[in-house]
């Protein structure tokens, strides 16, 4: 007797974080396409149990990436040292009331 012919596999279905994933880099593909750019940096964040993801995806050249990484970065830094310096000048104007 012959073994019978194993059943073909279904093709399995991609994961929602892998859709998810997709989903964003063909939105960075467009938008090098449509805009030219050299670099795009897509960050989002999903919520799931009350607990917050930061998912990231980034296409181009990889030094151009790492620049706008870099760049992103220090505008980051300039809004918290002001927020800082703005709770510092409001702390100084509570502490003058008293």
Excluded: F, H, Y
């Excluded at 995806?57 to 918290?80: F, K, P, S, Y």
């Amino acid at each position: 007797m012959t073994d019978p012919a194993p059943e073909p596999k279904k093709p399995s279905k991609p994961s929602i974080p892998c859709i998810e994933a997709q989903a964003m880099e063909q939105l960075a593909r467009e938008a090098i396409e449509s805009l030219g750019a050299d670099a795009v940096i897509v960050v989002w964040t999903k919520q799931r149990r009350r607990k917050t993801e930061i998912k990231s995806t980034a296409i181009g050249n990889m030094l151009t990436v790492q620049g706008l990484m870099r760049w992103v970065r220090e505008r980051i830094d300039e809004l918290e040292d002001k927020e800082e310096k703005d709770e510092d000048e409001d702390e100084e104007e509570e502490e003058d009331d008293d």
